[in-house]
Structure formats: C-alpha cells, structure tokens
C-alpha cells in the first residue's frame, strides 16, 4: 500500500520562503510522476507543478521563477522550495504519486500555507 505523507507547511509573511516535503513509502518511487498541486478555500485543486521519473519538470505559470520541484529516488521525497511567498499562494498542498499507464493515483492528506501579514 502506497502512503504518502507532506510535511512543511505553515504560517509565513509575503515575500517569505516554505519548504514542502513529501514522504512516499509502498511503492517504486522512481518510477512515479509526482507533483504538487494547491487547492484554495472554495476553489478546485489545481496543479503546481510535476517532476517526471527522467526529472522534468512543468511548473504552472503562476509560480515559474519562484517555485522549485526537487526529488530524492533513494529517500522516496517529493520537494517543494518556495520562494517570494504571495497572499494567493495560500492553500492546502497536496502530492501526487502516479503512474498514469498502470492508472495508480495516490493523494497524501496536505499540508496547509497560510502567506498572511
């Protein structure tokens, strides 16, 4: 059974910086997409960005230059750097582990960041 854990968020001003990470165990993480996505009070889930099994990566316009997607393949961990924190980038943050060929999608529980003066 894949379980997966984040970890890292919190309160933190505008202009501020948050580390996410994402503990994956059960499953051949390598192999995986992984992402991160961020879904706001109210609003849907969307997508932040993806890292594939190679190490591309796809970011949403919306954090390209502020944001970086990381991965350990031997410690199974999903990152997230994020940097020049804004109000709108408050939410819950979610990992992804897929393997769209094999339809296995697993969903950690989040973790909540709060960018708030």
């Known amino acids: 059974q894949v379980q997966v854990v984040e970890s890292g968020g919190g309160l933190v001003q505008p202009g501020g910086s948050l580390r996410l990470s994402c503990a994956v165990t059960?499953?051949?993480?390598?192999?995986?997409?992984v992402g991160w996505y961020r879904q706001a009070p109210g609003k849907q889930r969307i997508l932040v960005a993806s890292?594939?099994?190679?190490?591309?990566?796809n970011y949403a316009d919306f954090v390209k230059g502020r944001f970086t997607i990381s991965r350990d393949n031997v410690l199974n961990m999903l990152y997230l750097q994020m940097n020049s924190l804004k109000p709108e980038d408050t939410g819950s943050y979610y990992c992804?582990?897929?393997?769209?060929?094999?339809?296995?999608?697993?969903w950690g529980k989040g973790t909540l960041v709060t960018v708030s003066s």
């Open positions: 059960g499953s051949s993480f390598s192999a995986y997409l």
């Open positions: 890292i594939t099994s190679g190490g591309s990566t």
């Open positions: 992804l582990v897929a393997r769209p060929s094999m339809n296995y999608y697993y």
